[in-house]
């Protein structure tokens, strides 16, 4: 029971380079998530996917790409990295129906944490 | 949008009291209010969750209330033990969006 994963779990890189941090889940979840981690701020939502092909902007989506083809995967990429970027990196997935009238988030089961420095 | 406070940002017993956690939102709408744990170096783990169905939720030392009119909702924590330090994120949600956290709660428990 693999359940959910992230790679790698530390990156160093420089400012300018293009970064993909990857996120694997065993539970065939609709929903996935991105968040940063940062002191002061908690747990911040980049991007988040319903489904395959279906993606959206969370509160602090600049900077950020995502892609969902698989289900079960769901990469996020730093175009051009800066140092502001530096954080914890969080991937999470749950499990929602998507019948009427519940198509929210429900628990989320979060992944190990990329550890992301850009100098 | 949705906005959740949280508080107190740091928190310290001693083994076996209890600790209470507070968390206030803003958006009348949301209605799912999920409690995390993290430990060091981990991601968070969901511990306990309510439902604006429902006024309070108990799961052995730890329970959650939730307040509607007020908008507020609590965390509980009875006969601490050094194994509940950790920091706790409290959250909420409408459905159809994500969940918003609120900044965090350092709790120590000092044996």
């Known amino acids: 029971d693999a359940g959910i994963t992230q790679s790698p779990r530390y990156k160093i890189t420089e400012t300018g380079r293009q970064v993909t941090l990857m996120c694997h889940q065993t539970?065939?979840?609709?929903?996935m998530f991105w968040y940063r981690q940062d002191l002061g701020h908690g747990l911040r939502l980049i991007y988040y996917?319903?489904?395959?092909?279906?993606?959206d902007k969370g509160e602090v989506p600049d900077g950020y790409v995502v892609s969902r083809s698989k289900t079960e995967n769901f990469p996020l990429t730093l175009e051009s990295a800066t140092r502001s970027q530096t954080s914890v990196y969080f991937c999470?997935?749950?499990?929602?129906?998507?019948?009427?009238?519940?198509?929210?988030?429900?628990?989320?089961?979060f992944g190990p944490g990329t550890r992301l420095t850009v100098l | 949008g949705e906005n959740v406070e949280q508080h107190p940002s740091t928190l310290s017993v001693q083994e076996g009291d209890s600790a209470v956690i507070k968390c206030t939102y803003s958006d009348s709408a949301s209605n799912y209010f999920p409690w995390y744990k993290q430990e060091l170096g981990k991601g968070p783990q969901l511990i306990i969750d309510?439902?604006?169905?429902?006024g309070e939720k108990k799961d052995q030392r730890i329970a959650v209330t939730l307040n509607k009119t007020a908008k507020h909702f609590s965390l509980h924590i009875t006969e601490t033990q050094p194994e509940d330090s950790a920091v706790y994120f409290c959250?909420?949600?409408?459905?159809?969006?994500?969940?918003?956290f609120g900044k965090g709660t350092t709790l120590s428990v000092s044996s």
């Open positions: 309510i439902r604006s169905n429902v």
């Open positions: 539970w065939s979840h609709s929903y």
């Open positions: 959250a909420a949600s409408e459905a159809g969006t994500a969940l918003i």
């Open positions: 999470a997935s749950s499990e929602v129906p998507l019948q009427r009238g519940n198509r929210g988030a429900d628990t989320q089961y």
């Open positions: 996917s319903a489904a395959a092909d279906i993606t």
